[in-house]
């Protein structure tokens, strides 16, 4: 690793300004940062320590009944996190997800998302739930639908300048629910090798209105199955109906071969995933069985 120079703004103006003016990374939890510069993957000549900024590090609850969290909150925080727990229960199950308990002690959830990796956990449960991506840089703010974020593996729309300050997460209808699930080869500390969340609202009719479901690990980017959103709106919710959207679900991915496994293999788990997904969000809305 070589040398850097190491800085610890106190506000988000400092911080733009010190991000703008060097090769600077930001350093949050740096469960990713750290190794990626010991192995020589990324140079800096320049960190960040971005812990010092109070709208960074904070949960803080909106006006209009959402939830805004700082970039550099840390996965424990938000799994503890009584309001998150009560109102978003598969971001809060999907960040208890990322790595062992020390790294979720240090994992920030702007890093899972800035770091852009197809397989990030909490980026399905943030795209489900309709979050937004909160930025700030030398040209002011701007917020973006998470899932318009990534650009490639790595990758993001972030200009150097540019800093993902928070992600606020909306407030939700009544009568809706959302449900996380990965398949990996190990129980704890893996990688997906496909993940799926799910959400739906239901109307008083238990008619499907709104539905959104977004995939990990099966493209370059998380992405949406806006086709397997489709076939939900306007339905009763069944078995049968959850079969024909994890299919479409399954041709909404783009998965490739590797040594995880082959891309036929994560379009059957996506489809797996997506209709044990719909059920168990469906269950925490009614009673009964599914027909």
């Known amino acids: 690793m070589d040398l850097f120079n190491f800085q610890t703004p106190r506000s988000i103006p400092e911080l733009i300004a010190a991000k703008n003016s060097a090769n600077a990374w930001l350093l949050a939890g740096g469960t990713d940062l750290i190794p990626q510069l010991k192995e020589d993957r990324r140079k800096a000549e320049t960190i960040i320590d971005v812990k010092k900024i109070a709208a960074m590090t904070n949960i803080s609850a909106e006006q209009d009944g959402g939830l805004n969290i700082g970039a550099a909150v840390t996965a424990t925080t938000i799994a503890q996190s009584e309001i998150v727990c009560a109102s978003y229960p598969a971001l809060a199950y999907s960040v208890a997800l990322i790595g062992s308990r020390?790294?979720?002690?240090?994992?920030?959830?702007?890093?899972?998302?800035?770091?852009?990796?197809p397989s990030a956990d909490a980026v399905p449960a943030l795209m489900s739930y309709g979050a937004l991506a909160n930025i700030e840089g030398t040209k002011g703010k701007r917020s973006l639908m998470v899932e318009e974020i990534f650009t490639g593996p790595g990758r993001t729309v972030l200009e150097q300048d540019e800093v993902l300050a928070s992600i606020t997460l909306p407030a939700l209808p009544e009568n809706t629910a959302a449900v996380y699930q990965r398949f990996t080869p190990r129980r704890e500390m893996d990688i997906a090798v496909a993940g799926v969340s799910s959400r739906i609202t239901l109307d008083a009719n238990s008619k499907i209105v709104d539905a959104k479901i977004a995939l990990a690990s099966v493209g370059p980017t998380p992405l949406r199955a806006k086709a397997a959103e489709m076939t939900l709106i306007g339905e009763v919710p069944s078995l049968k109906l959850f079969e024909a959207a994890g299919a479409a679900a399954a041709s909404d991915a783009s998965p490739i071969d590797d040594t995880r496994g082959s891309a036929d293999y994560r379009r059957h788990l996506v489809s797996v995933l997506c209709r044990r997904t719909l059920a168990s969000a469906t269950k925490e809305l009614i009673q009964g069985d599914l027909p």
Do not use: Y
Request: net charge positive; glycine share 12%.
């Open 102 to 117: 020390q790294v979720q002690n240090r994992a920030s959830l702007g890093g899972n998302v800035c770091n852009a990796a």
